[in-house]
Structures are given as structure tokens and as C-alpha cells.
């Protein structure tokens, strides 16, 4: 049995770009007993997001979801022990498939049976960008909402493997990436994610 299982998430709005080809490189090095699962998000579009916390007409315990992407994505995501978050910088963040898939998180924590919150503590969270600024302080906006995400959980966080490029195939020119990439995956004593700015309070 395999010990780790691989979910790459996949969100830019174009199939063969300069993220997907980071990760790829960097799931290369991945040991063979190390389960890899693709998703691309465009291939299983989700709904707009809907808050329905505070809705009086409806129960506040959201049914599990049956047969739809929205189901083969929560199934996935509670499949695997590491989720990489593959993602372009898009204005300076996430793009807007992976923030849905990111803002679903929210309705599975409604679904009690799921106990999502200690579910998604037990995992480990990655992010891979590809961005066109030489400044690789662009990302920070992504970087900080990868972290923070995983330090509501808590999740461990392995952080983000970041790369310059703007037409796809760039990305394989940037030879920092490509030699980042090659251990990317292999860190060990991955760290519990915290939040930069001490302890948050999130109300219900
Ligand atoms: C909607 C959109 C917004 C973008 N915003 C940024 C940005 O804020 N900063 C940046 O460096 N590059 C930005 N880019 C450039 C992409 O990050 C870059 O082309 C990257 O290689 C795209 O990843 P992909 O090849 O995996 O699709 C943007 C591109 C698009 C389409």
C-alpha cells in the first residue's frame, strides 16, 4: 500500500502551461511507491460558491455531495495524505478555479460526518506557482494564503515551489526552478503550518 498519496490540483486557465509543467518536474522526483493523482479543475468546473451558513431556509449541516465534481473533488481531496495547490499567479494571487475549489473547503467543514477540520489536519499542503514577475515577492499574496489556509486547520505546510515564466514552456528556461524543484517534495520534518501574525480569530 502505497504510504503517501499525491492530489495536484491543477488551476490555470490553460492546460499545458508553465505551472503544470513546474509540478510535473517536481512530481517526477516523487518515489514510485508515492501515489500521484491529477485533477485538472477546468476538466470538473464547480458551481459558483454558495455561503449558505446563515441561510434560516436551510438546515446549517450540508449533506455530503453525491455524483458530481463537486463529490469526485472532496472525495479526492480526503483520498490523499499531501495536496499540492497548483496554481498561476493571477493578479498576484490564486486563480479563480483554485480559490472555488479553496472556498468549497468551507462547505465541507458544514458537513458534519466529514469532521473536514481534524480530516484535512492530518495532511500536508503545497503550493507550485509559475508567474511572469522576476520579483518573486509577487507571489507573496498566494504564499500567504496558501499558509494561512493550512494553519486554520492546522495542516503542515510544505510551502511553495515558485517559477518564471510567462508563454508556456518558459518556465522549463528558469534553471533555479528546475534545480528547486528536483527536491522539492523530498523535504522531511515538514513543519505545522502557523499563522504569521500569531493566532486568528475566526468566528462562526
Ligand atoms: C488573468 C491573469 C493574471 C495574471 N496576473 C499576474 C500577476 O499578478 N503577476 C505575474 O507575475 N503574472 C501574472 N500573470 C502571468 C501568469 O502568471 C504567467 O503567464 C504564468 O506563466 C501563467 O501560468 P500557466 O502557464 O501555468 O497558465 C497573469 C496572467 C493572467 C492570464
Known amino acids: 500500500m502505497a504510504t503517501r498519496k499525491f492530489l495536484f490540483v491543477h488551476g490555470s486557465a490553460r492546460p499545458d ?112 506557482t509559475a508567474l511572469a514577475d522576476r520579483n518573486e515577492a509577487a507571489a507573496d499574496p498566494l504564499v500567504g494564503t496558501l499558509l494561512n489556509t493550512a494553519a486554520f486547520f492546522p495542516m503542515r505546510f510544505g510551502g511553495v515551489l515558485l517559477g518564471n515564466g510567462t508563454r508556456p514552456g518558459h518556465v522549463l528556461d528558469d534553471t533555479e526552478a528546475m534545480a528547486r524543484a528536483k527536491t522539492f517534495f523530498a523535504r522531511e520534518d515538514i513543519p505545522v503550518a502557523r499563522f504569521p501574525f500569531g493566532s486568528s480569530e475566526y468566528g462562526e
Open 17 to 128: 502551461g508553465n505551472t503544470a509543467m513546474l509540478a510535473r518536474k517536481a512530481a517526477e522526483q516523487l518515489p514510485a511507491d508515492v501515489e500521484q493523482r491529477w485533477i485538472e479543475l477546468a476538466d470538473h468546473p464547480l458551481p459558483d460558491f454558495q455561503d449558505l451558513r446563515h441561510d434560516d431556509t436551510t438546515p446549517r449541516a450540508r449533506p455530503r455531495p453525491e455524483g458530481d465534481n463537486e463529490a469526485l473533488l472532496l472525495d479526492a481531496t480526503l483520498a490523499a495524505t499531501d495536496i499540492v495547490i497548483a496554481s498561476p499567479l493571477y493578479w498576484y494571487s490564486l486563480s479563480a478555479t483554485v480559490k472555488r475549489y479553496l472556498d468549497y473547503w468551507d462547505a465541507w467543514l458544514e458537513t458534519p460526518e466529514l469532521d473536514f477540520k481534524a480530516e484535512l489536519a492530518k495532511r500536508t499542503l503545497w503550493g507550485v
